[in-house]
């Protein structure tokens, strides 16, 4: 197969954006509405929307002696007639330097997509007036949006845009000053040169020294032997590329690099993840990689030209994969916790969890990685969460019980204990997925979707409040962050330790359809 049907072939399978921007639906199908939300994969799933509508508070029930939580108050982000819908790159909400919430998501008007943003204050009004402002509404289609804090006051947001009759996907940035005014050019900065036939996409950010930020992107080849690049830029504070036009290019073996995560160190520079899905086409043979970079902040890869490899897995080369199926957070010390999907090699072929340590400096601290969740049943990784001592905490879903479950692993690898994030509805399994953490004051939250498995398929967003001893603050069924009709999908969540307030994002079908999704927030108070 040459290159360019390569390249198209793996889009199709892990990224139908070009289809939706076309006007198509990238609603996955294959085991009922629960999965379309975590399994589906997709970047955009584009529909339209009916303008809002006032939400009144959801009022929480708590055992006594637990976290005592205010009521929540839902927000709508949005106060168009569009479509709005988040993506599944996990940076969609950033808590700002000044306790405002920042959120973006991409709308849908007719067949244009367009990047809007939306800022929330500590007290729950909103600081941008009619449904938020946009971030990018040029005639070519923008998606993939990201937003990240600036410590220095304000954020930085990144996208993707489509050029032409889509020949061309290109990364781009914008920095907001503290009042939400934009710092660079009107349409952003291109974070670095794409060729015609190619696409960077599924951006990543994270605020650098000086006022500016790194950021890393897929880049797919429409020709050469590699299928894509994972490659990074650093923007200065008036928005300059400070690594070239072309930025940097992370490294890595031959394959199909996917799902880069910034990791910040403690010496002013990044390190990046990603897995490499390798060449099912050409090179069926070949092992799944999970793969690493240390930047410094000139743009050096310390690591060496093609990185470290964290791990060599058991799966074998893959044409597609789902946005849950890596993470990485920092271990405090100046290095990262990476946790993925894997498969132990001694069963049927299925899923199982693992997590590997590693130092600024490349070393792996935790062997050849360590077993968060194996066994002859499938359990795939959901998400990762910094523990205070170089560890973590890594929620993963079991297929067969349909629940999302929690493990402590502590500096050393070992897992200290798990259990569920919540226990089992009365008379039903529950269908537990897409969890977000934070860990602030001693205390881990988790909010995540929640569906029950009975006739209504109702589904709402969780919060679980944990000590860092696995014990349950906030009840063993934990709390409902909105009680909505029909469904809604958790994508964000942050904690101000501050105020002692968090604030979730979630894709909301109260409206019964997936042609009319919303993007609402609730912000509660402990």
Known sequence: MNSVSKCFALLALLTPALGAAAGGSTIAQERGPALQAHWGGTLLKL???????????????????????????EVDLGATPAGEEYNELRQSLALLTDGSYASVWTERTGDSLDVRMQWVRPDGSLVFAGGGRTVADEPDNEFNAVIAANPAGGAFVAFSRVYGNGDRLQVLAQSYDAAGNPRWAADGVFAANVSSGNFQEQPQLIAAPGGGVYLCTEEFHSSGEDVSDIRCQRLGASGQRLWT?????????????????????????????????????????????????????????TWGTQGRILRTTNLPASGGGGYHELGAVSDGQGGAVVSFDDWNGRSAINRDVYAQRVTGDGRLLWGNGTAVAVGSAPQQHDSVTAAPDGGAF???????????????????????????????????????????????????RIAWTHQRQDATFTMDVYLAIFDLAGHRLNGPAATPLTTAQDAQFARGFVFDPARKQGFAVWDDRRNGTWDDLDAVGGLYKE
């Open 47 to 73: 529909n339209r929307r009916l303008p809002g509508v006032r939400r009144e508070p959801v009022v929480k029930e708590l055992a006594a002696g637990s976290t005592e939580l205010a009521a929540a108050r």
């Open 394 to 444: 890594v929620t993963f879903w079991v297929p067969l019980s349909n629940q999302l479950r929690l493990a402590r692993l502590d500096a050393g690898g070992k897992v200290r204990w798990t259990q569920p994030l919540a226990s089992t509805d009365s008379g039903s399994n529950p269908n537990d997925y897409g969890a977000y953490g934070s860990l602030d004051n001693g205390r881990l």
């Open 245 to 301: 036009d072309e930025g940097v290019r992370a490294g890595g073996r031959l394959g199909w690099k996917v799902l880069p995560k910034l990791i910040r160190d403690n010496r002013n520079g990044v390190m990046v993840f990603w897995r490499n899905l390798r060449d099912a086409f050409d090179h069926p043979q070949d092992r799944v990689l999970i793969e690493g970079q240390h930047l410094a902040p000139d743009g050096t890869r």
